[in-house]
């Protein structure tokens, strides 16, 4: 089993910056992806921003220039800055991993891969 434990949020005034940080343990041999999402009050839960293994990241428009996602491979582990927030950035942010793979390939090539999610963190940015 795999566990993702986030940190770091909390109540910001707008125009303030908070760093998440979310780190996988577990039987972990690599994870694919691992990501940023969020939900707000009534709507729902959207993509911020995600980066692969290498190092790849998408974000959504919502956040770009903002906010930036970074990860330590060797801790797997997931940051995300966020600067400049609004408002409108109020949500429970939640942690991803994609793609968890638990150990090296079976004899056949074949292997096994899950999808994991945290529990949430509360971002609340006052106006």
């Known amino acids: 089993q795999v566990q993702l434990v986030e940190s770091g949020g909390g109540l910001v005034q707008a125009g303030g910056s908070l760093r998440l940080s979310c780190a996988a343990s577990?039987?972990?041999?690599?994870?694919?992806?691992m990501g940023w999402y969020r939900q707000a009050p009534g709507k729902q839960r959207e993509l911020v921003a995600s980066i692969t293994y290498g190092g790849s990241t998408n974000y959504a428009d919502s956040v770009k220039g903002r906010f930036t996602i970074s990860r330590d491979n060797a801790k797997n582990t997931v940051y995300l800055q966020m600067n400049s927030l609004k408002p409108e950035d109020t949500a429970v942010y939640y942690c991803?991993?994609?793609?968890?793979?638990?150990?090296?390939?079976?004899?056949?090539?074949?292997?096994?891969?899950?999808?994991?999610w945290g529990q949430g963190t509360q971002v609340t940015v006052s106006s």
């Open positions: 991803a991993a994609q793609g968890v793979v638990a150990g090296p390939p079976d004899p056949d090539g074949r292997i096994q891969a899950y999808d994991y």
């Open positions: 577990g039987r972990i041999f690599s994870i694919n992806a």
